[in-house]
C-alpha cells in the first residue's frame, strides 16, 4: 500500500515561517499582517437605505465597514437619504448587522431577535455642519434623535477632527458628515471675506482624508475587521471658464471620491401635485451610482419621496411599493391581469391592492422585499 502524498507546503507558509515576517510581527504586531481570511474580507455586511431600488443598485445596501459618497444639486433628497441610513441603524443590530424580525413573522429569528440573538442598537453621530437635521423629519423617516448625538461644528478642522476622534474611539458604527460643502476653514472665518483663500478647504480634506483612511486601518486591526460606517455629503459646483467637457465639480477637492467606496449622485426629478390643493403629492428623484467597489457601478434608478401625508405614508418616507410589485411582474413572480392577480399563495384584485398590502402589512412587507432582493441580487 502506498504511503498518503504529503500535501506541499504553500508559498505562504513558507513566507509565514521567513525572519521577515517575524521581524514585521515584531515592529508592528501581530495584526500588522496576516492571512485576509482573519481580516473578514470575504463577506461585506450590508446596512439597508431603507430604499429599495437603491439597495439593489448598491449590491444590497450601504457596505458597513467603508466610506460612502452622495452628492448632488439642491432639494435632491441627500440629507433625506442620510437620515434614512441613520434610521435603518438604530434598527440594526450592531453585532451580526441583521434587523430583527417584525411580530408575527412566520420564518427567520424569533421575533425582536436578531440572527445572533443578542441584539445591540448600532450607535449613530450626524455631524451636522450645515445646521438643517429636523428631529420632525427624523421621526417621520422611523429616525429616534434622542438615540443619536449630533455635531454642529463651528469650523472645518473643528468637525474633521471630531470625525477622526469617533472613528479612533472605537465605539461608533455609523458617523455621517453633512456636508463637506459648508466645511468652511477657521482662516477663512477669522479674516474677511474680502480676502482670498484659494484651494484651502481642499488641502485641509485631502489631509483629513489621508487620516481617516490611516485610522480606519488601525481601528480594523486592532478590531479584528470591525471598522465603522462613514456617510459623506457634498453639492455640486460649476467650473469657472471651461469651454469643452462636464462642467460640474464638487467642493473640498478629489480626495473624497476616491476614498470612498461608494459614490452616489441624487439628481432632482418630476414633482407630482395635488390636482385640488395644488400642494405636491411626491417628487422621483433620480439617482446613479457613479462608483461601486461592492457591487456593480454604474446603476440607475428613481426615488420616490413623499411630500405630503397620505394614507400609509408620512411626508419624507419613500414610496418604492409600485416598483416592487413591478419587478414582481417583471420576473414572473406575480402573474395575472385586469382584477386577478396572484403572488405565491395569496390573490388581489389589482396591482394597487398589493400596494396596499406592502404598506400595511410588515410581515408580507418583510418576506416580499427579502424574498425579491435575493433574486434581484443572484440574477
Not at 450601504?62 to 434610521?87: C, D, E, F, Q
Request: aromatic letters at 8%; glycine letters at 10%.
Amino acid at each position: 500500500m502506498m504511503p498518503p502524498k504529503k500535501k506541499p507546503e504553500s508559498r505562504i507558509s513558507r513566507l509565514q515561517g521567513t525572519s521577515a515576517f517575524a521581524s514585521i510581527v515584531k515592529r508592528f504586531g501581530a495584526s500588522a499582517i496576516t492571512l485576509a481570511t482573519e481580516k473578514k474580507v470575504d463577506f461585506v455586511p450590508r446596512l439597508s437605505s431603507n430604499v429599495f431600488q437603491l439597495d439593489y443598485a448598491l449590491g444590497g445596501g450601504w457596505p458597513i465597514g467603508r466610506i460612502s459618497l452622495v452628492y448632488g444639486h439642491k432639494s435632491t433628497g441627500k440629507s433625506t437619504l442620510m437620515t434614512l441610513a441613520a434610521a435603518s441603524a438604530q434598527k440594526t443590530c450592531g453585532a451580526c448587522y441583521t434587523r430583527p424580525a417584525p411580530p408575527g413573522l412566520r420564518h427567520g429569528p424569533p421575533e425582536g431577535k436578531c440572527q445572533c440573538g443578542d441584539f445591540r442598537e448600532m450607535s449613530v453621530v450626524y455631524i451636522d455642519v450645515e445646521g438643517s437635521f429636523a428631529g420632525d423629519w427624523g421621526r417621520n423617516l422611523g429616525c429616534d434623535p434622542e438615540q443619536m448625538l449630533l455635531a454642529r461644528p463651528d469650523y472645518a478642522e473643528q468637525a474633521l477632527d471630531i470625525l477622526e476622534a469617533l472613528i479612533r474611539s472605537q465605539e461608533c458604527d455609523v458617523i455621517i458628515l453633512d456636508s463637506i460643502a459648508f466645511l468652511t476653514p477657521a482662516k477663512e472665518i477669522e479674516e474677511s471675506v474680502a480676502k482670498d483663500h484659494m484651494g484651502t478647504q481642499a488641502r485641509i480634506s485631502g489631509k483629513a482624508v489621508r487620516k481617516f483612511n490611516a485610522a480606519m486601518n488601525a481601528v480594523g486591526n486592532e478590531q479584528a475587521g470591525w471598522k465603522p460606517t462613514i456617510f459623506l455629503v457634498n453639492q455640486i459646483r460649476m467650473k469657472i471658464g471651461l469651454l469643452f467637457g462636464n462642467p460640474e465639480t464638487q467642493p473640498g477637492g478629489l480626495a473624497w471620491g476616491f476614498a470612498a467606496s461608494n459614490e452616489v449622485k441624487v439628481k432632482g426629478g418630476k414633482y407630482k401635485m395635488d390636482e385640488h390643493s395644488g400642494r405636491p403629492l411626491y417628487v422621483d428623484l433620480d439617482f446613479k451610482v457613479d462608483k461601486n467597489k461592492t457591487g456593480v457601478p454604474k446603476m440607475e434608478g428613481e426615488i420616490r419621496m413623499m411630500l405630503s401625508d397620505t394614507e400609509g405614508k408620512k411626508k419624507g418616507q419613500i414610496a418604492d411599493e409600485p416598483f416592487i410589485v413591478a419587478q414582481l411582474e417583471r420576473l414572473g413572480l406575480l402573474t395575472g391581469h385586469g382584477s386577478s392577480w396572484k403572488l405565491g399563495d395569496k390573490s388581489f384584485k389589482g396591482k394597487k391592492y398589493i400596494e396596499q398590502a406592502l404598506i400595511s402589512d410588515e410581515e408580507f412587507n418583510h418576506e416580499i422585499r427579502t424574498m425579491l432582493m435575493t433574486v434581484l441580487l443572484a440574477s
